[in-house]
Nanobody, 127 residues
């Protein structure tokens, strides 16, 4: 059973940066490279929204409109880890950030297609 663990959240001032990590484990007759990953976030009282995603091969990435030019998703197949570099953070970026995975999947922001989810990491942006 694939398990995902997000780390790297915290409190940052507007304009600051954070790097989130999503470490995958629990591979049984399976491989990290088979999975596409996505980051979602959810603020209090709001729906979960897609932040970024990356295909299994890492060749295709996608970003939410408000994240383009500020966030960068990447993956390190040797470390079984996906990263989200977040720069120029604004208060609207605050929320719980979740990592999600789907086997042999595409880069997509539909939450229903992801089979595996982490527990989330809190990001707060405030002066």
């Amino acid at each position: 059973q694939l398990q995902l663990m997000e780390t790297g959240g915290g409190l940052v001032q507007p304009g600051g940066s954070l790097r989130l990590s999503c470490a995958a484990s629990g591979f049984v007759l399976d491989r990290f490279v088979f999975y596409a990953f996505a980051w979602f976030r959810q603020a209090p009282g709001k729906e979960r929204e897609g932040v970024s995603c990356i295909t299994s091969g890492g060749t295709i990435t996608k970003y939410g409109d408000s994240m383009k030019g500020r966030f960068t998703i990447s993956r390190d197949n040797a470390k079984n880890t996906v990263y989200l570099q977040m720069d120029s953070l604004v208060p609207d970026d605050a929320g719980v950030y979740y990592c999600a995975a789907q086997k042999f999947g595409t880069c997509d922001f539909s939450t229903q297609i992801y089979n595996y989810w982490g527990q989330g990491t809190q990001v707060s942006v405030s002066s």
